[in-house]
């Protein structure tokens, strides 16, 4: 596949957009018209410059209102068109995009639309260029893409062809599979965006909140194999405006960018295989190393110069100690299956902070090759003799992600540390979930980083109402349960003292009572106020005995259809805090009604602190 990207979804000068292509494994770009007129190198300076960084120059667009006009504004039109091609000429771009009329057009004749492309055909067969057409699907008389290729098939032009996008086409709820009847050689470009599912108005929607593929709700594998099928082989390139995109540094965009594409290309093979039909397929794509889902968390790292706080904090809640390890300065914690590794804070993260997280795997090598081959960057460790090997990587927000080999009941890597003094009852059993709060720059990418490089599924995103703005949720899930991620995003613009905390939740046989006893060892939990559980007692009419225990424990309550969830909440250690919960029956969720009254609970929490009187 070979892959592009538009100018427009980075930040940037348009040499720090063509270097950031470059530095991220692109093989082209798309010219943005803006880009060109705003830089101070002339055409042949960016030509020379694409050419010493090894980048395609392989669109300029936009062209736009072209289609549908009277005979003078038409004569306008081409007079316009032929300064743009010459332009073309001079940047060695040999594709332009015209898109569908939405200002001028004041006739909707597909066959006059044909014969004035006809005519911008004879033009651009004079300076050697070629026409993409593309229906906007907010065009005024052209908003299909079928509509565009009927109107391309009259043209019958060999300088005139099609562009076909994504978000033009889905966003409108049109059906791709007759994309298999467009000739290849009538296809000139390729342009793919993803999008959250939203309901508003297609114009906004484009101009705001397109993503790239993997981070939306598209259906993008089976959209590319309609394609592939035709026998297209040109460039697949990525065209997606996106307000966040372009105020973010752009190489870390581009790797992003990049990252989806290869996601694209894997989700394309797949849909390739599994689809029944025909067709020529020339474009290449192939699958990425296929992981199975974790067998287990088995551990996670906690960074913070409050350690003392936080090992009081542990022991309270059940959890022994195994002492420092042999060679590094970090210790272990367990309770069960839950292992926490904690450490002082380094040059990674000062803030205290979920730092890391590892996974049991079937095999470490390939879950780091699949991660490789989605462009993410390899953590170095150092490993003595005899020390268990743990390969890792970086997620975008700068958290680690390392896989160890799974088999036995207890990582091998356990006995680097020492042997715990106590063996109380385990009432607390694995992680349950790892919270993560994202930077508002780097939501989506994280998105994409753990629905790709972890193969989870994504669920539907929530809002959620807080004291330091509306705060987005999203959770990624293996299908079995097993490895839960929620990543919530942090309000634009949010100040330092209104940050979300990350935390781990644990999962307990029996929340109550870990919750009793954990108290009895001198734990304070999160304070939630009486008149949320005036509302459970409304809501559920729960037994009396039960319902006094919650108030009692600070143990909040939900129910679905599929059973309960039972949870309490530490208070925080800086940005960091911990969860209990309990599971009952097939209750899969989160509690998600009580999260608006933990945040503002732990809002209040830090503000009563941060005032220096008790809390």
């Given at each position: 596949?070979?892959?592009?990207?538009?100018?427009?979804?980075?930040?940037?000068?348009?040499?720090?957009?063509?270097?950031?292509?470059?530095?991220?494994?692109?093989?082209?770009?798309?010219?943005?018209?803006?880009?060109?007129?705003?830089?101070?190198?002339?055409?042949?300076?960016?030509?020379?410059?694409?050419?010493?960084?090894?980048?395609?120059?392989?669109?300029?667009?936009?062209?736009?209102?072209?289609?549908?006009?009277?005979?003078?504004?038409?004569?306008?039109?081409?007079?316009?068109?032929?300064?743009?091609?010459?332009?073309?000429?001079?940047?060695?771009?040999?594709?332009?995009?015209?898109?569908?009329?939405?200002?001028?057009?004041?006739?909707?004749?597909?066959?006059?639309?044909?014969?004035?492309?006809?005519?911008?055909?004879?033009?651009?067969?004079?300076?050697?260029?070629?026409?993409?057409?593309?229906?906007?699907?907010?065009?005024?008389?052209?908003?299909?893409?079928?509509?565009?290729?009927?109107?391309?098939?009259?043209?019958?032009?060999?300088?005139?062809?099609?562009?076909?996008?994504?978000?033009?086409?889905?966003?409108?709820?049109?059906?791709?599979?007759?994309?298999?009847?467009?000739?290849?050689?009538?296809?000139?470009?390729?342009?793919?965006?993803?999008?959250?599912?939203?309901?508003?108005?297609?114009?906004?929607?484009?101009?705001?909140?397109?993503?790239?593929?993997?981070?939306?709700?598209?259906?993008?594998?089976?959209?590319?194999?309609?394609?592939?099928?035709?026998?297209?082989?040109?460039?697949?390139?990525?065209?997606?405006?996106?307000?966040?995109?372009?105020?973010?540094?752009?190489?870390?965009?581009?790797?992003?960018?990049?990252?989806?594409?290869?996601?694209?290309?894997?989700?394309?093979?797949?849909?390739?295989?599994?689809?029944?039909?025909?067709?020529?397929?020339?474009?290449?794509?192939?699958?990425?190393?296929?992981?199975?889902?974790?067998?287990?968390?088995?551990?996670?790292?906690?960074?913070?110069?409050?350690?003392?706080?936080?090992?009081?904090?542990?022991?309270?809640?059940?959890?022994?100690?195994?002492?420092?390890?042999?060679?590094?300065?970090?210790?272990?914690?367990?309770?069960?299956?839950?292992?926490?590794?904690?450490?002082?804070?380094?040059?990674?993260?000062?803030?205290?902070?979920?730092?890391?997280?590892?996974?049991?795997?079937?095999?470490?090598?390939?879950?780091?090759?699949?991660?490789?081959?989605?462009?993410?960057?390899?953590?170095?460790?150092?490993?003595?003799?005899?020390?268990?090997?743990?390969?890792?990587?970086?997620?975008?927000?700068?958290?680690?992600?390392?896989?160890?080999?799974?088999?036995?009941?207890?990582?091998?890597?356990?006995?680097?540390?020492?042997?715990?003094?106590?063996?109380?009852?385990?009432?607390?059993?694995?992680?349950?979930?790892?919270?993560?709060?994202?930077?508002?720059?780097?939501?989506?990418?994280?998105?994409?980083?753990?629905?790709?490089?972890?193969?989870?599924?994504?669920?539907?995103?929530?809002?959620?109402?807080?004291?330091?703005?509306?705060?987005?949720?999203?959770?990624?899930?293996?299908?079995?349960?097993?490895?839960?991620?929620?990543?919530?995003?942090?309000?634009?613009?949010?100040?330092?003292?209104?940050?979300?905390?990350?935390?781990?939740?644990?999962?307990?046989?029996?929340?109550?009572?870990?919750?009793?006893?954990?108290?009895?060892?001198?734990?304070?939990?999160?304070?939630?106020?009486?008149?949320?559980?005036?509302?459970?007692?409304?809501?559920?009419?729960?037994?009396?005995?039960?319902?006094?225990?919650?108030?009692?424990?600070?143990?909040?309550?939900?129910?679905?259809?599929?059973?309960?969830?039972?949870?309490?909440?530490?208070?925080?250690?800086?940005?960091?805090?911990?969860?209990?919960?309990?599971?009952?029956?097939?209750?899969?969720?989160?509690?998600?009604?009580?999260?608006?009254?933990?945040?503002?609970?732990?809002?209040?929490?830090?503000?009563?602190?941060s005032q220096g009187a008790p809390a």
């Amino acid at each position: 596949m070979r892959t592009s990207i538009a100018t427009v979804c980075l930040s940037g000068t348009l040499d720090q957009k063509l270097v950031a292509a470059h530095e991220a494994g692109f093989d082209g770009v798309e010219v943005f018209e803006p880009d060109l007129v705003a830089s101070p190198r002339s055409p042949e300076a960016i030509r020379a410059r694409a050419e010493q960084l090894g980048l395609s120059l392989d669109l300029y667009q936009p062209f736009r209102d072209f289609e549908g006009v009277g005979p003078e504004l038409l004569e306008q039109n081409l007079r316009r068109a032929a300064a743009k091609f010459a332009l073309m000429n001079r940047l060695g771009i040999a594709t332009m995009l015209l898109c569908s009329n939405v200002a001028t057009a004041r006739s909707g004749d597909e066959q006059l639309a044909a014969v004035q492309l006809r005519q911008l055909g004879d033009v651009a067969d004079r300076f050697g260029v070629r026409i993409a057409y593309e229906a906007l699907a907010w065009g005024r008389f052209v908003d299909s893409y079928e509509a565009a290729a009927r109107i391309v098939r009259l043209a019958d032009h060999p300088r005139v062809g099609l562009c076909l996008d994504s978000f033009h086409i889905l966003s409108k709820g049109h059906d791709p599979e007759a994309i298999e009847t467009i000739p290849a050689d009538s296809i000139f470009f390729v342009q793919m965006a993803d999008a959250p599912l939203l309901s508003m108005d297609v114009l906004s929607w484009s101009r705001h909140h397109r993503l790239f593929p993997g981070e939306g709700g598209f259906d993008l594998g089976t959209f590319m194999a309609h394609l592939v099928r035709t026998g297209y082989d040109g460039p697949v390139s990525l065209e997606v405006f996106n307000d966040t995109f372009r105020q973010v540094d752009p190489l870390a965009t581009a790797v992003e960018a990049r990252r989806s594409l290869r996601w694209l290309e894997h989700v394309t093979a797949l849909s390739l295989g599994s689809a029944a039909g025909g067709g020529a397929a020339r474009m290449s794509t192939a699958s990425l190393p296929a992981v199975a889902p974790p067998a287990d968390v088995n551990y996670v790292e906690l960074r913070t110069g409050e350690l003392q706080e936080l090992r009081r904090l542990l022991m309270q809640l059940g959890f022994r100690s195994h002492g420092e390890h042999r060679t590094k300065r970090v210790e272990l914690w367990s309770h069960g299956a839950a292992r926490v590794v904690i450490g002082a804070p380094d040059s990674e993260h000062v803030q205290p902070t979920v730092a890391g997280i590892g996974l049991s795997v079937r095999d470490p090598a390939t879950a780091l090759r699949r991660a490789k081959d989605l462009f993410a960057s390899e953590v170095p460790r150092d490993e003595r003799p005899g020390e268990e090997p743990l390969l890792g990587v970086r997620a975008p927000d700068g958290s680690e992600v390392f896989f160890g080999a799974e088999g036995a009941t207890e990582p091998r890597w356990v006995s680097e540390f020492g042997i715990p003094g106590h063996d109380d009852p385990h009432l607390i059993e694995r992680v349950d979930h790892v919270n993560l709060a994202q930077p508002w720059q780097r939501f989506d990418a994280a998105v994409l980083f753990f629905h790709s490089v972890l193969d989870l599924g994504a669920e539907a995103s929530i809002d959620v109402a807080a004291p330091v703005g509306l705060v987005r949720s999203q959770v990624l899930r293996s299908a079995d349960g097993i490895l839960r991620i929620a990543l919530n995003l942090v309000p634009s613009g949010a100040s330092d003292d209104a940050i979300l905390p990350q935390h781990i939740a644990f999962a307990s046989s029996d929340v109550i009572a870990l919750a009793r006893g954990a108290r009895e060892r001198g734990f304070e939990p999160l304070d939630i106020p009486g008149n949320y559980y005036d509302d459970v007692e409304a809501r559920y009419q729960l037994e009396p005995g039960l319902m006094e225990e919650l108030r009692e424990l600070n143990v909040m309550y939900d129910r679905d259809e599929d059973g309960e969830f039972l949870h309490f909440y530490t208070h925080p250690i800086g940005t960091v805090f911990l969860e209990v919960v309990e599971r009952r029956g097939g209750y899969a969720g989160y509690g998600a009604l009580n999260a608006p009254v933990r945040l503002a609970a732990q809002y209040e929490h830090r503000r009563v602190a941060s005032q220096g009187a008790p809390a």
